[in-house]
């Protein structure tokens, strides 16, 4: 009876721990939120190698996966490209299909559980000549084999990386729209008026 309190009390002061850390990741995505607005002029350049492009592929595994479907949408709702978010884990599939050097690639590989599954990915598409721009957390820029560009956020909790991860694709599909000469402050075209910026 007492070995089975004090199990139940160890994981009440686990929990409460992780969500000490949680509330101190919290106070801190501000400041963050600022650092990856800071990378707007490396991400304007970004957008003036894909601007021309006609099919970009977003990909990602686990929260990393919802991430990448907000991007594709934002980029087809700014720039009127064909963008489409991949989970990473199907490449094999049928999207590793369409992978080739032509063809325009962000993946989303931050500090999670799949960490390593998404090198693997990682490592198909860079076999099929495939030349992804990587969003990925501080400090892993030096760890990818390709010669990859690399858009570095600072790493945070599991729950609130999604939040620093969809800025960069956010801030991409807005320059790539002024690039193609759109209207993005204003109406952009064909969307309901429920839909805002």
């Not at 801190?28 to 600022?34: A, H, N, S, T």
């Not at 956020?153 to 939040?163: A, F, G, K, M, Y």
């Not at 991409?172 to 193609?180: E, G, K, M, Q, Y």
């Amino acid at each position: 009876m007492v070995w089975s309190n004090i199990g139940c009390q160890l994981a009440i002061i686990d929990e409460r721990t992780r969500m000490w850390w949680r509330c101190q990741d919290i106070r801190l995505c501000l400041d963050q939120i600022r650092q990856v607005l800071e990378l707007d002029s490396k991400i304007r350049k970004l957008a003036q190698m894909l601007y021309n492009k006609r099919s970009i592929l977003v990909m990602g595994r686990g929260s990393n996966y919802a991430t990448c479907l907000e991007g594709a949408l934002k980029i087809k709702e700014l720039t009127y490209l064909h963008a489409e978010g991949i989970l990473s884990g199907e490449l094999k599939h049928g999207p590793l299909a369409l992978v080739d050097s032509e063809i325009a690639i962000i993946m989303l590989i931050t500090r999670d559980g799949l960490f390593n599954k998404s090198l693997n990915a990682l490592h198909e598409v860079c076999a099929r000549r495939g030349n992804p721009i990587l969003i990925c957390t501080e400090g892993d820029e030096d760890i990818f084999n390709c010669k990859n560009t690399t858009i570095a956020i600072p790493n945070t909790v599991d729950c609130l990386q999604s939040i620093l991860a969809v800025i960069p694709l956010q801030l991409l599909a807005f320059h790539i729209a002024v690039l193609r000469g759109l209207d993005v402050i204003g109406s952009p075209y064909h969307l309901a008026d429920g839909v805002v910026l």
